[in-house]
């Protein structure tokens, strides 16, 4: 059926909150899904307006070197004109392109070499949040492979375990204003190529991420593989799986949805320590935009900043709908209904 | 009459799978839990021996060892007079819980299994090989769903098929119907009898109801517990029932050989039973008076 299958749709993306209406849609006891619907956005509403309210009432009253702290109204403006500038950006970058295009062909016509040039202007906030996005996935994606095997390894053998467990422990609250540093010199030693695939500034953000989100996949991943049902275990042993297909067809499906709450975790720490890396490795992602705010001091600084605390706080909450609804999609048994 | 048969009496010539003198253990030191003690058992190629005995006397510690899921303590497993050493596809095992894969399909749970023994054929084959054997226990119609779409019954099923489907020449069933209504237990003890006249496999069948045993066996076996709580289970005696097959459920009431093997078995249970209760320290609370036609309700009480 239609709504059953939309209400299933919006459970597994996370969005619960919006079931109610789909249910009032098809008049299914009105009375109890608009009390549902005034409680799930009603309530959330006001607390949102008194929010903006007390904000707009503290931020005129606060005055600083540079000009009075920001309100709802100037952070609105502010975000335009990072939009408006994105908008400017682009079209610089077409006429350039435009203009090379035409001397390339008449450079070529007259039998002239030719070097390819690319426009080379500054990142707007939207590329920045774009390479933001790509370090994240980068360091995640890293975190991942190293995670999820060794996690594999520490639940199924409870010495691996038990021989890992200090070094989890000792690592795992590192913060990464202290990795930064020692990976930003490694890098930079090791990582030493003509025509480099990326950035160090972006290799070092992107292991940084990684060295500090694997924790929480490794140590699920772990108790994951360790809760196995003995039984599925003696199931394998008794069909004398090699040790490939044990784990391609036991061990990861069962372990599956511990693997994506370790992901889910993973992937929240990752972001959140993305832009402390990004600010000091001078990675252009939000991070950088911050700093570089920070560092100009203009009228439209505070504003500016407040613009990129509202991004990244809205990208790490769609950041975690995704991997909710991942998780929901795996745990074979207990979400579905 | 009870017929005590010493090890040498088991059947000819060297038996498919016998335990010499096992003993099983868990935990250590202080803690250390004594389940199975010098259990000699002696199963012969094509018998279909029934195991009986209470919860809690290790009858689920018996078929790991069996089936090499476990290591005795002391004695010895011997499978074709060979030390046991490992599990292994010849010996298919019906778990208590069926272990299903929950994130497999019918038929891919039944593909494993198939895949496992016979990884060498051709993939249309197994495929074929695995749809016959879901058919064979009658859930052609449920081969894609997921083991928490069907019910205990099916699900049971599911997990023979499974075993059947790995070809073993010894199949291990723990419990297999425990978990089951009446009705539904009635139907499965029917399709089991079928399945095992007709494969001609070596069954070793564990259970706790004495009807479903002599329905189904060619020799009971009980698992008796040991004399006080924390004493282990022994293997004593053995009690063949000569009973003619195919046997019919609602005919077995009224032959002669299956009630008084009944009488015999319960009787030697309860027994048993009552010498265990008397050597606790604590007398039980009062329990309603036994009713010897039936077992499960003796299980309760004991």
Redesign the interface.
Known sequence: MLRDRAIRALEIGGLDLFVPFVRLATWEEPAEQMRQIGFALGAPAVAFVVFILGWAAVASRLETSIGTVPGPAQVVAAARSLAEEHRAEREKEAAFDARMAEKKAAALAAGKPWKERRYAGRPTYLDQIATSLKTVFAGFLIASIVAIPLGILCGTSATVYAAMNPLIQLFRPVSPLAWLPIVMIVVSATYTSADPWFEKSFVSSAITVALCSLWPTLVNTAVGVAAI?K??L??A?????SFA?RVR??VI??A?PYIFTGLRLSLGVGWMVLIAAEMLAQNPGLGKFVWDMFQNGSSETLARIAVAVFTIGGIGFALDRCMIALQRISS??AA?A | MTRRLPDSAAPSPAPLLELRGVAKHYGSGAHRARVLEGISLAIGEGEFVAVVGFSGTGKTTLVNLL?G?STPDAGEVLLRGEPMR????D???V?Q?Y?L????SVLENVR??VD??AGERHRAERELRAKEIVALVGLSHASDK?P?ELSGGMRQRVALA?ALA?DPQILLLDEPLGALDALTRANLQRELAAIALRQRKTVVLVTNDIDEALLLSDRVVPLEPGAAPGEPARIRASFPVAIPRPRDRAALNHDIEFRKLRNELTSHLLALGARRRASRPIAPPPLPPLEPRLPRTARRVL
């Open positions: 049902d039984d599925h003696n199931v042993r008794v069909l004398r799986l297909a067809k036991i499906p069962a599956l074979h048994d579905i | 089936a899921l490992e599990p292994g596809p010996r298919g095992v778990f819980s272990a894969l929950p994130w497999l494993l299994a496992a023994v997921h928490r499974r790995q």
